[in-house]
């Protein structure tokens, strides 16, 4: 298996909703990233696990909340979002957290915030 | 983590002519360099990638160069064909901070 997959593919909440995207890799992975995508611009990183651990939070807002539960599974818990976080949220993973390590993207979760 | 910057921003040519794109970047702990390929709606696929200690690699018609010194690296692609029409990031890595330029939007027309 050398996927990353995401699920939901699309999603649709309203401010005051509780969601929860999810990612998963079966490649023996061990470091695992979310990013957010806005159209027609770069991905922007916004947390890193490393070893199931929380080692880099871009400053993100709380609303946006990483969770590892297992080396294989990376969630993003999502509460009370505004509408400008709505766009692509990727994940990727890499076999290590090390600065030349290939990261993999899985196809990312369409989310729009009504 | 400090910027990549990518130019152009937009490259329209004709099928079978070269495309070249290039990259400089400011943090001199950087030394991964990877490329990104993204057709619209899909997810970014990485089409080649340099590490510090290479000055270039190629893969068929897809070649990258770093120079160091100058922080800078460049994307080429030669023979080009309509399926290579997609957006293009460029991308530097330091130990976990992964910084992408803002991407060149690749036309190939037949």
């Known amino acids: 298996d050398t996927e990353v997959t995401q699920t939901p593919k699309h999603l649709v909440m309203g401010m005051t909703n509780k969601k929860s995207l999810k990612c998963e890799q079966h490649m023996g992975h061990r470091a695992m990233y979310w990013y957010k995508q806005k159209a027609k611009k770069p991905p922007e990183l916004m947390f890193v696990?490393?070893?199931?651990?929380?080692?880099i939070n871009e400053s993100v807002p709380s609303r946006f909340s990483p969770e590892c539960p297992n080396s294989s599974l990376l969630n993003l818990h999502l509460h009370a979002l505004q509408p400008e976080d709505s766009a692509l949220y990727l994940c990727?993973?890499?076999?290590?957290?090390?600065?030349?390590?290939?990261?993999?993207f899985g196809p990312g979760t369409r989310l729009l915030v009504l | 983590g400090e910027n990549v910057e990518q130019h152009p921003s937009t490259l329209s040519v004709q099928e079978g002519d070269s495309a070249v794109i290039k990259c400089t970047y400011s943090d001199s702990a950087s030394n991964y360099f990877p490329w990104y390929k993204q057709e619209l709606g899909k997810r970014p696929q990485l089409i080649i990638d340099?590490?510090?200690?290479?000055g270039e690699k190629k893969d068929q018609r897809i070649a990258v160069t770093l120079n160091k010194t100058a922080k800078h690296f460049s994307l080429h692609i030669t023979e080009t064909q309509p399926e290579d029409s997609a957006v293009y990031f460029c991308?530097?890595?330091?130990?976990?901070?992964?910084?992408f330029g803002a991407g060149t939007r690749l036309t190939v027309k037949p």
């Open positions: 340099i590490r510090s200690n290479v």
């Open positions: 696990y490393s070893y199931e651990k929380l080692s």
């Open positions: 991308a530097a890595r330091s130990w976990d901070d992964m910084r």
């Open positions: 990727a993973s890499s076999q290590d957290p090390g600065p030349g390590e290939t990261q993999y």
